[in-house]
């Protein structure tokens, strides 16, 4: 017996270099991944769109639908973790990166087959849009601050560096033990002087 899978409303939103966009799409597909990897032209048609620039004070440009030029978009964020259908989960290793997609800087979780090292992995990442899940994305540049998200879907091709990740905390081995510091010796002072004798000038 075969099920048919009904077309749902998914929201979206897009990141390029100069905006914002917000809508929905119509779609089978199960995840953001899907629908962006798995699109039949370079674009994507969305509906109640808005639309929103960096650095502008001005409202967001609403548009009842809006064609986005995949090419365009630095990546795509979805406050929501969609599981994998158990029928096409492969299993996969979760490692901590940092990518530069400039003006932005994504930081998260790449997954990875087993059994490779991070460097062998990188060359196997084909996809044009990678998951980034567990996300914190932000933009010095265009003074966007840091923001979570459950995944963001980076566009490979606009990314510039995809490199391992690791916490540093900065106050780690602040107010350790330290050495104590030798004595400041004075010119012409002994390190060691011997208290005078009761009665010597």
């Not at 998260?108 to 460097?119: A, I, K, M, Q």
Request: no cysteine; glycine share 6%; charged share 20%.
């Amino acid at each position: 017996m075969t099920f048919e899978v009904l077309s749902r409303t998914v929201p979206m939103t897009l990141y390029t270099e100069q905006f914002i966009v917000r809508g929905a799409i119509q779609t089978r597909q199960h995840r953001v991944t899907d629908i962006l990897n798995g699109a039949d032209q370079s674009f994507l048609v969305l509906e109640e769109v808005s639309l929103e620039e960096f650095g502008s004070n001005e409202l967001p440009t609403r548009a009842e639908f809006a064609q986005v030029n995949l090419g365009s978009v630095l990546f795509a964020v979805s406050l929501q973790a969609v599981e994998p259908i158990r029928e096409l989960r492969t299993q996969k290793i979760s490692e901590r990166a940092l990518v530069s997609i400039p003006p932005f800087r994504v930081i998260g979780n790449v997954h990875l087959l087993p059994e490779r090292s991070f460097r062998e992995s990188l060359a196997e990442l084909q996809a044009p849009f990678v998951p980034v899940t567990d996300a914190v994305f932000w933009s010095d540049r265009l003074g966007e601050g840091r923001q979570s998200a459950a995944m963001v879907a980076v566009n490979q091709a606009r990314a510039q560096i995809l490199a391992p990740y690791r916490e540093v905390d900065p106050w780690a081995g602040i107010g350790a033990a330290s050495p104590p510091a030798s004595p400041t010796r004075l010119p012409g002072v002994p390190d060691d002087r011997v208290p005078p004798a009761p009665g010597s000038g």
